[in-house]
C-alpha cells in the first residue's frame, strides 16, 4: 500500500512524513536476511467507526 498523505491534514502529514517517506509508528527491527519485526507502536491509539 502506498500513502501519499493524510486528508484535509496538513499537519499530520508535516509530522509524520520526512524526506518523502511516511514513519507509521511502528517500531521494529531487520534481521541479516532482510526480514522485518515489529516489536510495538510508538503511541497507542483506539480506532473506533461511527455506531450506526
Known amino acids: ?3 501519499k ?3 484535509a491534514r496538513p499537519d499530520a502529514n ?3 512524513f520526512v524526506s518523502g ?5 511502528d517500531i521494529g527491527s531487520m534481521d541479516e ?3 522485518v519485526k515489529v ?3 510508538r503511541k497507542d491509539m483506539i480506532n ?3 455506531g450506526g
Open 39 to 41: 516489536f510495538d507502536r
Open 21 to 25: 517517506f511516511w514513519r507509521s509508528g
Open 5 to 7: 498523505g493524510y486528508w
Open 14 to 16: 508535516a509530522e509524520n
Open 1 to 3: 500500500m502506498v500513502v
Open 33 to 35: 536476511a532482510g526480514y
Open 48 to 50: 473506533r467507526g461511527r
